[in-house]
């Protein structure tokens, strides 16, 4: 089979310094109009270096190869399919990028005045609309810098919340299908997490919440669609249960990919909302930023949004801080261009094109789960939305883990799924096309793993071998997280 990043002209790369070579410059420029200085007459002697740095000497020509190969070196969206579950890996439409680089937007001082940024405050304020109709919300903040940092900024305005109404209480329920980011953002904010249980179709139920609701609990926060790619259906029940307590819900949206102009959550009786833009709203993902958490929320919380809130009156738009406010979460208008990225792609696609995504999505990740149901073993029967998790259960006869099946799927040129996650599946791997991948694409990835089950069978101790065609083969997994090396030692 044919399978993409399996061929083609792809070089071992060593490190820049083991390519240098004494008196070889990459760089060419005029002399200095300036006079020499000696740093040691100006700089403390403890901030002064006892030897001189080694750097590498090469040439403009060894740089550029160097860096192009190691890019080549690199998976990405634009090469194939990039399953892994649960972070939505779609393909970012090139329009956005342009967009983001109109010099309007792209080389907007932060310190500008607003009557200076009227452009860059409209896209924000639009955003914010655009997001608030798609979800249900009543407000938006656009300032989190990432779909963790909007949890902070979610939970923070849950105990400002809380706090204004004489008791900012000292629980959160988190089920043990949500994203393992919540308990997280719920302890930073001084909250005792408390952990409630999924049934055996995967979802949670009103009667397991109200089991351990009562007046001391401040939040429930709930992933939906859950990890494990279904919907909790039973949402609408759960807000209920939550607010006849006094208590608020907060629904990590980091899986909305699968509701887009089909489910608005705030109309279910959510209550808090964050998006991830770089999975939804398809800017940059991955590589560590710079991402955008933007959170909705339903009016009664609106006193305590983060600082600055942008209003618009008589056509002009002016930052506001509000009192109640929990003060600001970042810098001047957050991470910019991704929001100019996100503002193109909903205003490029449009409610019907949206819609169609999500139906795309939801369409791809049961295709991939109807073909590999039986050959590998699926957690939960129930249909699923976005992403299917599937486990190694009927591989372990062979002795095969789902390690060895991700690594094995490398020789075949795709990124691994997301394995070991949820955890509340042993050996899960999860699985999600997303909407932007054809059949085709499906039918190859499909074909692979079918393989590779095969394999298993017939020839177990190859898989656990694999990856056979990379250039480091399988790497000692413990120390690679234990024992980094980051710097070079000649």
Known sequence: MSTPGTTGLVLEEGLSFAQSVKGRIGYSLPPSGVPENDPTAKLPKTLLRKTPATLPEISEVDTVRHFVRLSQQNYCKDVGLFPLGSCTMKYNPRITEEVSKIPGFANAHPLAMPEATQGSLQLIHELQQYLAEISGMDFVTCWPS??????????????????????????????????????????????????????KDGILTAEAVAGVMDEEVAALMVTNPNTLGIFEENIQEICDVVHKKGGLVYC???????????????????????????????????????????????????????????????????????????????????????????????????????????????LNANYIRKALMGTYHLAYSRPS???????????????????????????????????????????????????????????????????????CEEKPDFVKAAPHTTFRGRLDEVKAAKELKLRWNP
Do not use: W
């Open 146 to 199: 990432a779909g963790s940092h909007g949890e902070l900024t979610g939970m923070l305005m849950v105990r400002a919340y809380q706090t204004s109404k004489g008791n900012p209480r000292k629980k959160v329920i988190i089920p043990d299908s949500a994203h393992g980011t919540n308990p997280a953002s719920a302890a930073i904010c001084q909250y005792e997490v408390v952990t409630i249980s999924s049934n």
């Open 252 to 362: 990590d949206g980091a899986n909305l990919n699968a509701l887009l102009g089909i489910v608005k959550l705030g109309d279910a009786g959510v209550d808090l909302l964050h998006f991830n833009l770089h999975k939804t709203f398809s800017t940059p993902h991955g590589g560590g930023g710079p991402g955008a958490g933007p959170v909705g929320i339903k009016k009664k919380l609106e006193p305590f949004l983060p600082n600055p809130v942008i209003v618009k009156e008589n056509s002009v738009y002016k930052l506001e801080n509000r009192p109640q406010s929990i003060g600001r979460m970042k810098a001047y208008f957050g991470n910019f261009g991704m929001l100019v990225r996100a503002y193109t792609y909903i205003r490029e696609f449009g409610p019907e094109g949206l819609r169609k995504i999500s139906e795309m999505a939801v």
């Open 385 to 455: 939305l976005h992403e299917s998790v599937f486990s190694d259960k009927l591989q372990k006869d062979h002795g095969i883990k789902t390690l060895d099946i991700a690594k094995r799927l490398m020789d075949f040129g795709y990124h691994p799924p997301t394995i070991y996650f949820p955890l509340i599946v042993h050996g899960s791997l999860m699985i999600e096309p997303t909407e932007s991948e054809p059949k085709d694409s499906l039918d190859q990835f499909i074909e692979a793993m079918k393989l590779i089950a095969k394999e």
